[in-house]
């Protein structure tokens, strides 16, 4: 290395102060949220690039901004939340598995990229929009707020979403009412 600070250091430092803030799972969503913007503006920028020549620096400000909110939210989030979502004991597993698949969609990324940009042109990075989007309602409708929760106020929180889930929401809401009745 040269000595010189990476860039991306100073993204880890706002990192610290935001996750603290703003809270894992919202900052996760805002993360991904521009992401996809970042994603549909870089398709915009290639799509309109014969025609304006100044869209190659959308397409610029785009990847840039695209690498921002991947510093801000996907890159360092999930790791927060695996650590956070499983007890001492299968922990290390769950982070074991977390990075082999990271690293994994990493490889087929980097290996496959170019066919796909050959097979879909200007418009590679809708499919990046797309599963960007997919991933953004997993985590609203899936993932909960890990921020200042213990493991086993998560670990009820599951349950109290697959009770509901399997019980319908009446079904859930009799319930709570039959627990507070049993608490007086």
């Known amino acids: 290395t040269s000595g010189l600070i990476k860039p991306n250091i100073f993204h880890e430092f706002l990192q610290v102060f935001l996750v603290e803030k703003a809270g894992r799972r919202s900052l996760f ?7 996809l913007v970042s994603a549909i503006a870089m398709t915009v920028g290639l799509v309109l690039l014969t025609t304006f020549a100044w869209m ?4 610029m ?3 840039f901004l695209f690498v921002i909110f991947f510093e801000v939210g996907p890159g360092p989030i999930p790791w927060f939340i695996v650590a956070e979502l499983f007890s001492q004991g299968p922990r290390p597993a769950a982070i074991a598995i977390a990075g082999f698949c990271n690293w994994t969609c990493n490889f087929i990324i980097g290996m496959c990229f170019q066919y796909i940009a050959d097979l879909c042109g200007s418009y590679v990075f809708m499919i990046f929009a797309v599963l960007l989007l997919g991933f953004i309602l997993f985590t609203h ?3 909960p ?5 213990s493991f086993e106020e998560i670990s009820a929180e599951f349950r ?3 009770r509901s889930a399997i019980k319908g929401p009446k079904a859930a809401t009799e319930l709570e009412d039959l627990r507070s009745s049993q608490e007086v």
């Not at 969503?29 to 992401?35: D, F």
């Open 29 to 35: 969503i805002a993360g991904l949220a521009g992401m």
């Open 56 to 59: 190659s620096y959308v397409s």
């Open 141 to 143: 409708f899936k993932v």
């Open 145 to 149: 707020e890990t921020k200042g929760k």
């Open 61 to 63: 400000v785009a990847i």
């Open 160 to 162: 109290h979403k697959k």
